[in-house]
């Protein structure tokens, strides 16, 4: 289990369909924030009539019923298929100065025009996470103000005022940041009008058919979405360095995201981006041998499993050169761009390019070979005609730990095991090892199972003494506690059958 990634995921478990409930994310995919840095800028934090910085202040609680005075509207979405949104800003600008107004009346948003100075009542801070539910919670939201209430939020023009300058960002020297750094230095910037310069597109995407459903990265940086205005050709040519970008800064599908407000503020010429990145075609076994590593492309290979739960719901797949599961050909691709529900069909053929790593959350134990979080952008090649097969296997076969062992060549491979025994149960339930059981067959081989593929193993725990038929899963390696790992991948019959043909016994 990486521990550090929460990577519980699966496959056959039906995901629900949430719902896009009018906001301006246009994605069936969850829209989460990274939730970091800030400080309460004063008084306020008991909400009334208050600044968009106490509004953002970590200090101030989602729910807190707020009212902001002579604040100017900064974007409105009038463009595509999902209009109406708008983002507000405090006259002095600055860090945390901006936010997301959801939720106001189609009239009194037609009434306005950027640069209005703006009074909104009937609203509350709230912080936004698409798609989490009370056993899928998430943490990582988007600040928000909406109403208390359908219909309650007003938001009244009072004047014209000026909107403040747009912070500059460098787009090189925030991707030269640490993850963490990156995170917390963009949360300030959320909601609020930027340039950002020397951005470099790559990936380009589509998360839709509208034309406001169009997407490209600024590696290591920000997700750019199409959200308020239609994208120039040039986005889709890597070989492009934009001067800078004009936008707002928002927070979708797990990422930081700049909405460009105009596609006048795409500005071309610019001369000090990043260096393009070249991907290398490469097979899974290629990869899974080391003779092809780093940014690499898998053409047409195909899906076996897929994420269900916490942080990583629905954007995390397996995937295997073959239909017909065989060792060596199989790989985890972590919190990836562009998994949707035509992508998250067992068997269907894709196209995958990113960055494989070695991860090891204990720094010097055994790795798991993975495409590394966030940087895997995934599209269609071919809808799915048949299931994948999954490769029987016996415990002894696939339980060694070391990366010179037998069992190595099946990490990330789609595999079946039979008539298997739970013999223990971990006592640890809220550590390293939660939710983890031993397995044991009949030769008296014995295999770490966990809750990666299957949150909760489906919501129980197996008890000892309970006999499996049939497994169908897939192969991981725990990294934090330094063992092999097998992941059941759904709760469905078709994977995992109760028996009575097991021989073990439990001590």
């Given at each position: 289990?990486?521990?550090?990634?929460?990577?519980?995921?699966?496959?056959?478990?039906?995901?629900?369909?949430?719902?896009?409930?009018?906001?301006?994310?246009?994605?069936?995919?969850?829209?989460?924030?990274?939730?970091?840095?800030?400080?309460?800028?004063?008084?306020?934090?008991?909400?009334?009539?208050?600044?968009?910085?106490?509004?953002?202040?970590?200090?101030?609680?989602?729910?807190?019923?707020?009212?902001?005075?002579?604040?100017?509207?900064?974007?409105?979405?009038?463009?595509?298929?999902?209009?109406?949104?708008?983002?507000?800003?405090?006259?002095?600008?600055?860090?945390?100065?901006?936010?997301?107004?959801?939720?106001?009346?189609?009239?009194?948003?037609?009434?306005?025009?950027?640069?209005?100075?703006?009074?909104?009542?009937?609203?509350?801070?709230?912080?936004?996470?698409?798609?989490?539910?009370?056993?899928?919670?998430?943490?990582?939201?988007?600040?928000?103000?909406?109403?208390?209430?359908?219909?309650?939020?007003?938001?009244?023009?009072?004047?014209?005022?000026?909107?403040?300058?747009?912070?500059?960002?460098?787009?090189?020297?925030?991707?030269?940041?640490?993850?963490?750094?990156?995170?917390?230095?963009?949360?300030?910037?959320?909601?609020?009008?930027?340039?950002?310069?020397?951005?470099?597109?790559?990936?380009?995407?589509?998360?839709?058919?509208?034309?406001?459903?169009?997407?490209?990265?600024v590696t290591n940086v920000v997700t750019v979405e199409s959200n308020l205005a239609a994208f120039p050709t040039s986005s889709a040519n890597n070989s492009t360095c934009y001067?800078?970008?004009?936008?707002?800064?928002?927070?979708?599908?797990?990422?930081?995201?700049?909405?460009?407000?105009?596609?006048?503020?795409?500005?071309?010429?610019?001369?000090?981006?990043?260096?393009?990145?070249?991907?290398?075609?490469?097979?899974?076994?290629?990869?899974?041998?080391?003779?092809?590593?780093?940014?690499?492309?898998?053409?047409?290979?195909?899906?076996?499993?897929?994420?269900?739960?916490?942080?990583?719901?629905?954007?995390?797949?397996?995937?295997?050169?073959?239909?017909?599961?065989?060792?060596?050909?199989?790989?985890?691709?972590?919190?990836?761009?562009?998994?949707?529900?035509?992508?998250?069909?067992?068997?269907?053929?894709?196209?995958?390019?990113?960055?494989?790593?070695?991860?090891?959350?204990?720094?010097?134990?055994?790795?798991?070979?993975?495409?590394?979080?966030?940087?895997?952008?995934?599209?269609?090649?071919?809808?799915?005609?048949?299931?994948?097969?999954?490769?029987?296997?016996?415990?002894?076969?696939?339980?060694?730990?070391?990366?010179?062992?037998?069992?190595?060549?099946?990490?990330?491979?789609?595999?079946?095991?039979?008539?298997?025994?739970?013999?223990?149960?971990?006592?640890?339930?809220?550590?390293?090892?939660?939710?983890?059981?031993?397995?044991?067959?009949?030769?008296?081989?014995?295999?770490?199972?966990?809750?990666?593929?299957?949150?909760?193993?489906?919501?129980?725990?197996?008890?000892?003494?309970?006999c499996y038929a049939k497994l169908v899963g897939m192969m991981d390696v725990d990294t934090k506690n330094d063992r092999r790992t097998f992941n059941p991948r759904s709760t469905?019959?078709?994977?995992v059958l109760t028996g009575t043909g097991c021989t073990a016994t439990v001590p």
């Amino acid at each position: 289990m990486n521990i550090t990634k929460s990577s519980v995921v699966g496959a056959l478990i039906s995901l629900s369909a949430i719902a896009a409930c009018g906001r301006d994310d246009k994605t069936a995919n969850p829209a989460i924030d990274a939730g970091t840095g800030g400080t309460d800028s004063g008084s306020g934090s008991n909400g009334g009539v208050v600044t968009v910085k106490q509004v953002q202040a970590d200090s101030m609680k989602s729910g807190t019923a707020v009212e902001l005075h002579g604040v100017v509207v900064t974007a409105i979405d009038t463009y595509g298929n999902l209009t109406g949104d708008l983002w507000v800003q405090d006259l002095d600008g600055g860090a945390r100065s901006g936010v997301h107004v959801y939720g106001a009346s189609a009239t009194d948003v037609a009434k306005l025009a950027v640069g209005d100075l703006v009074d909104i009542k009937g609203g509350q801070k709230y912080e936004y996470a698409k798609g989490a539910t009370s056993t899928t919670p998430s943490t990582q939201t988007l600040t928000e103000v909406e109403g208390t209430s359908k219909g309650s939020l007003v938001v009244t023009k009072t004047g014209t005022g000026t909107v403040p300058a747009a912070h500059p960002l460098d787009a090189v020297a925030i991707a030269a940041m640490s993850a963490t750094d990156r995170a917390t230095f963009l949360e300030d910037w959320e909601g609020v009008p930027v340039v950002l310069a020397n951005a470099r597109p790559s990936n380009p995407d589509t998360f839709g058919s509208a034309d406001d459903q169009k997407s490209f990265e600024v590696t290591n940086v920000v997700t750019v979405e199409s959200n308020l205005a239609a994208f120039p050709t040039s986005s889709a040519n890597n070989s492009t360095c934009y001067a800078s970008i004009s936008g707002v800064i928002d927070f979708v599908v797990g990422k930081y995201t700049l909405l460009p407000s105009a596609v006048s503020g795409f500005v071309d010429g610019g001369t000090g981006c990043a260096a393009a990145t070249e991907f290398i075609p490469a097979t899974i076994a290629e990869i899974q041998a080391g003779t092809k590593v780093g940014n690499v492309k898998l053409t047409g290979v195909y899906v076996t499993a897929w994420s269900v739960a916490n942080g990583v719901a629905g954007k995390t797949l397996w995937v295997s050169d073959s239909l017909t599961a065989a060792a060596g050909t199989g790989v985890e691709v972590f919190s990836a761009t562009g998994v949707d529900d035509t992508i998250r069909v067992l068997g269907t053929k894709i196209d995958v390019q990113g960055t494989i790593v070695e991860f090891d959350a204990t720094k010097g134990g055994n790795t798991l070979t993975e495409f590394a979080q966030n940087t895997a952008t995934v599209k269609l090649n071919t809808a799915a005609t048949t299931a994948p097969t999954p490769l029987p296997v016996a415990i002894a076969d696939v339980s060694d730990i070391t990366e010179t062992g037998p069992s190595e060549k099946y990490e990330g491979t789609l595999v079946t095991l039979t008539n298997v025994l739970v013999t223990a149960v971990a006592s640890d339930t809220a550590g390293d090892t939660t939710n983890q059981v031993t397995i044991t067959d009949n030769d008296k081989n014995s295999l770490t199972m966990d809750d990666d593929v299957v949150l909760k193993f489906g919501g129980t725990v197996p008890a000892k003494g309970t006999c499996y038929a049939k497994l169908v899963g897939m192969m991981d390696v725990d990294t934090k506690n330094d063992r092999r790992t097998f992941n059941p991948r759904s709760t469905s019959t078709d994977d995992v059958l109760t028996g009575t043909g097991c021989t073990a016994t439990v001590p």
